[in-house]
């Protein structure tokens, strides 16, 4: 077994770091405050003599977040290849350039003439972004791929109604490898979901598209390549059927690290497109931090676009805020969208600059093929779908063929990853794939990281019939073991007050 990176454990007996508030105690003093003005004025009712706050001296506050940062992982310490996620390396120059003053200490309420420089950041990244995908204009304020996808609806919605098309056009039809965020999105925006299912190579079934579209589309959602890292090649054809009965076509753009530079989805004939930019364009994510999930859209749609915009007028020489738009779907945030992210995206844009982009895409999928053939012909685990063409940024095995043989299933493996040091893949999806292990290392990894992790693969497989047992309790020599995942989605403890009411 790989002697690659532990988590802390500071406990003998393993016990937990304390929580802050178990920490330190009365006069442990970390910082000296002024003390505040009486507020005479505010009733008496509403004041509080006590604050519940930790007392606890700088050193303890450092020491207990250093201690809980050495107790985690994150793709600053080792490979992260969770499938569908593009955990790829962030620049750190990102980081630098997102938090100058010019970029954290701007209000959105000052006035257009003060924030020159970030509106041209803005319209810049938004022209970028539009070279990128092949569409007429883009939308950068929706906070997430899900937003996206869900103001991508909007659109879609508004379009029909403009057409005077909102009665008959109450259907989405969603392929059945998409992600979970498709099918919501649509039935957040009132459609009816329909669902077409995955063909024996992995590709949208084209029969059953035809017998789904109808007069009553008022869209297509598709991801290409999709969840099985596959490029959907009939691409065109399935653009032709659906745009044929008049329905509008949605392209899920979380996986274009895969194409990047490549092939456009405006390209393919697509009318609204989604971006990651915290898969694709150097934004940190992981821990549900700020991201962000653009829209772009072709030219007969722009009118829909939310507002403001982002315009130049040529004449003054200036970039001002667009809120005269008639037929937009309205505001879909507060005010314009998550501007730290934006920085970071046009930072790594200019930085890569095109070739860079397109370099990216390639050795994404060169080291999603690398995993592929060599983990193909591992006992225990298989392909499902198009096991002979390549596949592009990710790749998706079965660990059926070893639940079948040991009783280890995807679960284990994933866990047991995790004691050899590096973050598991995305396991139980897409759920077309049974027990699905779906690995994506991304450009960033290089030869020795794919081949430590599928030594590792490889290992546990052969664990799966040797020490079966110690895969169950995986994993073992984390800060952590194994946790209860339904009871922590069912009953969340996220708050001192709840945890304390939890004891009681
Ligand atoms: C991540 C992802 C989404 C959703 O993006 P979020 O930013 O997590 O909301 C949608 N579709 C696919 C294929 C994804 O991988």
């Given amino acids: 077994m790989s002697d690659w990176y532990r988590q802390a454990r500071w406990d003998r007996e393993g016990r937990l770091e304390p929580l802050v508030f178990e920490l330190g105690g009365p006069g442990h003093i970390g910082y000296s405050l002024p003390k505040p003005p009486e507020h005479t004025n505010l009733p008496k009712h509403l004041l509080r003599t006590e604050l519940r706050l930790p007392e606890l001296s700088e050193v303890e506050v450092v020491r207990h977040y250093t201690r809980l940062s050495q107790m985690n992982y994150c793709v600053d310490l080792g490979t992260y290849p969770l499938g569908s996620c593009t955990m790829k390396y962030n620049p750190k120059l990102c980081e630098e350039l997102a938090s100058l003053e010019t970029a954290t200490c701007i209000h959105p309420y000052q006035a257009e003439g003060t924030v020159q420089g970030a509106l041209e950041l803005m319209y810049k990244l938004e022209r970028c972004l539009a070279e990128i995908a092949g569409v007429a204009r883009v939308c950068l304020h929706p906070s997430a791929g899900a937003h996206g996808e869900f103001v991508s609806m909007l659109i879609t919605r508004a379009y029909h109604e403009f057409n005077g098309e909102q009665d008959e056009r109450t259907q989405v039809i969603v392929p059945d490898s998409a992600h979970g965020t498709n099918p919501a999105s649509a039935a957040m925006a009132g459609y009816e979901v329909l669902i077409v299912p995955s063909d024996a190579r992995g590709r949208v079934d084209l029969r059953a598209l035809e017998a789904a579209v109808s007069e009553r589309t008022a869209a297509m959602m598709l991801t290409n390549p999709n969840t099985l890292g596959l490029f959907e090649d009939r691409v065109v054809d399935i653009v032709e059927l659906v745009h044929d009965v008049g329905g509008l076509l949605f392209y899920d753009g979380a996986n274009l690290n895969g194409i990047l530079g490549k092939s456009r989805a405006g390209d393919m004939g697509f009318d609204i497109v989604h971006f990651n930019l915290h898969k694709t364009f150097a934004t940190p994510h992981g821990g549900g931090g700020p991201g962000a999930g653009p829209v772009g859209v072709t030219q007969e749609l722009e009118k829909f676009l939310p507002v403001p915009v982002v315009e130049y007028d040529e004449k003054r020489g200036e970039y001002y805020l667009d809120y005269d738009r008639p037929n937009s779907v309205g505001k879909v945030r507060a005010f314009y969208g998550n501007f730290g992210v934006l920085v970071k995206a046009y930072a790594y844009i200019l930085m890569m600059g095109a070739r860079g982009l397109e370099e990216a895409a390639e050795a994404a999928v060169l080291n999603a093929n690398y995993v592929m053939r060599k983990l193909s012909g591992t006992r225990g685990y298989e392909l499902k779908f198009d096991a002979t063409g390549p596949c592009k940024h990710e790749v998706v ?37 049974s027990e699905a292990l779906m690995i994506e290392p991304t450009e960033s990894e290089s030869r020795d990281e794919i081949d430590r992790l599928i030594n590792a693969l490889k290992a546990i497989a052969v664990e799966a019939s040797t020490d079966p047992e110690k895969l169950r309790a995986a994993p073992t020599v984390t800060a952590i073991g194994r946790l209860d995942e339904v009871k922590a989605s069912r009953e969340p403890i996220l708050s001192w007050r709840m945890y304390r009411k939890h004891r009681a």
């Fill in 397 to 433: 095995f079965s660990a059926e063929p070893l639940k079948r043989e040991t009783g280890i299933g995807a679960r284990e493996v994933a866990k047991r990853l995790l004691d050899y040091g590096m973050h598991a893949p995305t396991y139980y999806f897409p759920p077309i794939v």
